[in-house]
């Protein structure tokens, strides 16, 4: 930031199960298949047997987490918005089903993972939760029975949750994105999971894919993903951060901008950027702009930007302003690296801001006409996590500070907009070319000044709890610029 003068049952029949929530490479089937159905006492793949499999799915139906009373009764008039407790019950059923499909599998409940898998894959499509159904009740077991009513009665107002719908859509959901149909029927000719191509057959498969696309996007409040915490100088991380991990980045803060500047390519190397994916952009005086893509379906635009820089030889070591924002861009690649999107997402850490927003303009000032049009919005990320979580409504776009206010009300995140004239930010430089900007502060106006630029700025003015808001807030928004373009206005 500047001041202001500068500028994610037998044999066949567990196969089918397994596949319908594991496998990603199966075909889908355009006609009909025969349909063979050995005795339900037949072992499943992995020795667990049908039974255990089907106990195991009727204590996940049965728990607490999955009792959606609180959401029945509002379903009688879909045009109204779910009210709190419903929200909640929401909340809680797709925080257990996304926890329980990861767990490891013990010798006390060996299918746990498995049937929970099943039951996050059928009650979040209806056509699949009709055939299990359907399937189930043709077994001619009590307890197939008992089950296929318990999915029916669940699947109802399990039709009303749209997050339990995507955590379903990224469990069905192959490494290419696309959600295959008719799985049961596909697999219940006798095809053994994984015949199709390499399929998400074991937990330990699951667990990475898991981490890859569920876990990477759609957190929600409060949650972290299931990724193992990591040294900067370790291995290569996918999925989102950890809070070890954030806490690592953050505190590193180094004190000269050339280190950096090296820094902030090696923590998009540590987000999983490959060499040749990280590009330097001459901002000047020797400083670069760091600059990652993550290719789209399209070419449409977001840029997600902060600047690396602090002031030259200035107290403090700059870590509020602005190692949180450059820590939160390449945490963010990390997140989304590995999930399909629509839009393309230029990530950049801008050199020279606190010299006039010089690196941004160089950035902004090398787009050819048809590039700079091509940009949809630019979120900018700046001195954050230290008492809240603010957009700057004199600095930003009204239609996306608009966007920011509503994916903070419909996720239940803090937000507030902040009217502040002494100062300035890399936003400018976008909203100046005709982009749609807006910049995202964690400092109100009375610690502002208090803070950056001075020997306050360390590690010890960061609050990790205000940081995973801006950054599941952020998260919130960029999903929204994916499905949605934003317009100039």
Same mark, same amino acid.
């Given at each position: 930031?500047?001041?202001?003068?500068?500028?994610?049952?037998?044999?066949?029949?567990?196969?089918?199960?397994?596949?319908?929530?594991?496998?990603?490479?199966?075909?889908?089937?355009?006609?009909?298949?025969?349909?063979?159905?050995?005795?339900?006492?037949?072992?499943?793949?992995?020795?667990?047997?049908?039974?255990?499999?089907?106990?195991?799915?009727?204590?996940?139906?049965?728990?607490?987490?999955?009792?959606?009373?609180?959401?029945?009764?509002?379903?009688?008039?879909?045009?109204?918005?779910?009210?709190?407790?419903?929200?909640?019950?929401?909340?809680?059923?797709?925080?257990?089903?996304?926890?329980?499909?990861?767990?490891?599998? =013990? &010798? @006390? +409940?060996? !299918?746990?993972?498995?049937?929970? /898998? $099943?039951? %996050?894959?059928? *009650?979040?499509?209806?056509?699949?939760?009709?055939?299990?159904?359907?399937?189930?009740?043709?077994?001619?077991?009590?307890?197939?029975?008992?089950?296929?009513?318990?999915?029916?009665?669940?699947?109802?107002?399990?039709?009303?949750?749209?997050?339990?719908?995507?955590?379903?859509?990224?469990?069905?959901?192959?490494?290419?994105?696309?959600?295959?149909?008719?799985?049961?029927?596909?697999?219940?000719?006798?095809?053994?999971?994984?015949?199709?191509?390499?399929?998400?057959? =074991? &937990? @330990? +498969?699951? !667990?990475?894919?898991?981490?890859? /696309? $569920?876990? %990477?996007?759609? *957190?929600?409040?409060?949650?972290?993903?299931?990724?193992?915490?990591?040294?900067?100088?370790?291995?290569?991380?996918?999925?989102?951060?950890?809070?070890?991990?954030?806490?690592?980045?953050?505190?590193?803060?180094?004190?000269?901008?050339?280190?950096?500047?090296?820094?902030?390519?090696?923590?998009?190397?540590?987000?999983?950027?490959?060499?040749?994916?990280?590009?330097?952009?001459?901002?000047?005086?020797?400083?670069?702009?760091?600059?990652?893509?993550?290719?789209?379906? =399209?070419?449409?635009?977001?840029?997600?930007?902060?600047?690396?820089?602090?002031?030259?030889?200035?107290?403090?070591?700059?870590?509020?302003?602005?190692?949180?924002?450059?820590?939160?861009?390449?945490?963010?690649?990390?997140?989304?690296?590995?999930?399909?999107?629509?839009?393309?997402?230029?990530?950049?850490?801008?050199?020279?801001?606190?010299?006039?927003?010089?690196?941004?303009?160089?950035?902004?000032?090398?787009?050819?006409?048809?590039?700079?049009?091509?940009?949809?919005?630019?979120?900018?990320?700046?001195?954050?996590?230290?008492?809240?979580?603010?957009?700057?409504?004199?600095?930003?776009?009204?239609?996306?500070?608009?966007?920011?206010?509503?994916?903070?009300?419909?996720?239940?995140?803090?937000?507030?907009?902040?009217?502040?004239?002494?100062?300035?930010?890399?936003?400018?430089?976008?909203?100046?070319?005709?982009?749609?900007?807006?910049?995202?502060?964690?400092?109100?106006?009375?610690?502002?000044?208090?803070?950056?630029?001075?020997?306050?700025?360390?590690?010890?003015?960061?609050?990790?709890?205000?940081?995973?808001?801006?950054?599941?807030?952020?998260?919130?928004?960029?999903?929204?610029?994916?499905?949605?373009?934003?317009?100039?206005?």
């Amino acid at each position: 930031m500047i001041p202001a003068m500068q500028g994610n049952l037998g044999r066949r029949l567990g196969a089918a199960f397994l596949a319908a929530t594991l496998s990603a490479q199966a075909p889908a089937q355009t006609v009909p298949v025969a349909v063979s159905r050995p005795p339900v006492g037949t072992g499943l793949a992995g020795g667990v047997s049908a039974q255990e499999f089907l106990k195991a799915v009727e204590l996940h139906l049965d728990s607490p987490a999955l009792r959606l009373d609180s959401i029945l009764p509002h379903l009688a008039n879909p045009e109204v918005e779910l009210p709190p407790p419903a929200r909640k019950a929401e909340a809680e059923v797709v925080t257990y089903l996304a926890r329980e499909t990861l767990k490891a599998p =013990t &010798p @006390e +409940a060996p !299918a746990q993972a498995l049937a929970a /898998r $099943f039951v %996050a894959a059928a *009650l979040s499509d209806r056509v699949e939760r009709g055939r299990a159904a359907s399937m189930l009740s043709n077994e001619g077991s009590e307890l197939a029975e008992r089950v296929a009513q318990k999915l029916s009665v669940a699947g109802w107002a399990a039709n009303a949750l749209p997050r339990l719908q995507q955590l379903g859509k990224d469990m069905r959901a192959g490494p290419s994105g696309i959600a295959p149909t008719g799985l049961l029927d596909t697999l219940f000719d006798g095809k053994e999971p994984g015949s199709g191509g390499a399929a998400l057959d =074991t &937990p @330990e +498969a699951f !667990a990475a894919y898991a981490e890859r /696309r $569920f876990a %990477a996007g759609r *957190l929600l409040p409060g949650q972290r993903a299931p990724v193992a915490a990591s040294s900067l100088r370790g291995p290569r991380v996918l999925g989102a951060p950890s809070d070890e991990e954030v806490l690592d980045r953050v505190g590193l803060s180094p004190l000269t901008n050339a280190e950096r500047e090296r820094v902030a390519v090696e923590l998009f190397r540590q987000a999983g950027a490959a060499p040749e994916d990280i590009v330097l952009q001459d901002a000047g005086d020797g400083r670069s702009n760091v600059v990652v893509v993550k290719k789209g379906r =399209t070419d449409r635009v977001v840029v997600v930007g902060s600047h690396h820089d602090r002031v030259e030889g200035g107290p403090g070591r700059g870590t509020i302003d602005n190692w949180t924002g450059t820590t939160m861009v390449a945490n963010l690649y990390q997140a989304l690296r590995g999930v399909e999107t629509e839009a393309t997402f230029v990530f950049v850490a801008f050199a020279r801001e606190e010299e006039g927003l010089v690196g941004s303009q160089r950035y902004v000032g090398g787009l050819s006409d048809e590039l700079r049009r091509r940009i949809d919005a630019m979120v900018n990320l700046d001195s954050l996590a230290v008492d809240g979580t603010w957009t700057w409504k004199n600095l930003g776009t009204r239609s996306l500070l608009d966007l920011f206010w509503w994916a903070a009300h419909e996720a239940g995140l803090k937000l507030q907009e902040m009217i502040y004239w002494g100062g300035g930010a890399d936003s400018s430089s976008f909203r100046r070319a005709g982009i749609p900007a807006a910049t995202v502060l964690g400092i109100s106006k009375e610690l502002l000044w208090q803070i950056i630029h001075s020997e306050k700025d360390t590690i010890a003015a960061f609050s990790l709890p205000h940081y995973k808001n801006a950054y599941l807030l952020t998260l919130e928004v960029l999903k929204r610029l994916d499905k949605q373009p934003l317009g100039k206005g």
